[in-house]
């Protein structure tokens, strides 16, 4: 079945400092969400994207939908100690009988501040 | 602002014994999804339904798990009987008919079964 491989597991950064993240895919996706788990909580979304090549911010974050439609980056600038979480990438194809969600395994956020 | 309510937020039961999860979707919302999130395996869709049909249901052990909607507003996990290894945070999520939107998921049932 599909898989994400999303990366880093975890990092661990100073406050101020910008965050990288990825995600890529053995197939095509038609959508990529950015999703954030603090903890004891579910996962809430943070950015849709539903284009290849689209690229979306929202506030501090920006992600975009790889040219491929195998990847997507999302980026955190000038990180805060509310950064804090585990964000998750996931693809979806919608269409036919199907509509769920395919998750990355997350990558765990620390920031010091 | 519209949630996704789970309960119980916290449960710890005995192996083998009866356990049942409960979500109320968004208002509105026609499609509601089980996962489950555990450290080796993430998330993990379990069952969806649309429309209160069940769509898929493959990612869930049939012989111990069941998921059901009794009408719009109550979704259902049940496990009989449980097992140490079921142990894991259980989330509900919703969505609109166009889930390129993305789910709404609830806070999660966490599971000990000891």
């Known amino acids: 079945g599909q898989q994400l491989n999303q990366s880093p597991q975890s990092m661990f950064i100073q406050e101020g400092e910008d965050v990288s993240m990825n995600c890529t895919s053995s197939s095509i996706f038609n959508t990529w969400l950015w999703y954030k788990q603090d903890p004891g909580e579910g996962p809430v979304l943070l950015i849709a994207?539903?284009?290849?090549?689209e690229l979306t911010s929202n506030g501090r974050l920006t992600a975009q939908f790889g040219i491929t439609r195998k990847d997507s980056f999302l980026n955190i600038s000038a990180s805060i100690p509310s950064d804090v979480g585990i964000y998750f990438c996931?693809?979806?194809?919608?269409?036919?009988?199907?509509?769920?969600?395919?998750f990355g395994k997350g990558t765990k956020l620390s920031v010091k501040p | 602002d519209a949630r996704v309510t789970q309960t119980p937020r916290h449960k710890v039961t005995e192996m083998g014994q009866e356990v049942t999860m409960r979500c109320q979707p968004i208002?509105?919302?026609?499609?509601v999804f089980w996962y489950r999130q555990t450290m080796m395996q993430g998330l993990e869709l379990l069952a969806y339904f649309r429309n209160r049909a069940p769509l898929d249901d493959s990612g869930m052990p049939k012989d111990r798990f069941s998921a059901e909607m009794p009408d719009a507003t109550l979704a259902t996990l049940k496990i009989q009987p449980s097992e140490p290894r079921d142990s894991a945070v259980y989330f509900c999520?919703?969505?609109?008919?166009?889930?390129?939107?993305?789910?709404?998921f609830g806070s999660g049932t966490r599971l000990t079964v000891v």
């Open positions: 999520a919703s969505a609109t008919r166009d889930p390129n939107y993305g789910y709404t």
């Open positions: 994207l539903y284009k290849a090549g």
């Open positions: 208002l509105g919302h026609n499609t």
């Open positions: 996931a693809g979806m194809n919608y269409g036919g009988s199907q509509g769920n969600l395919i």
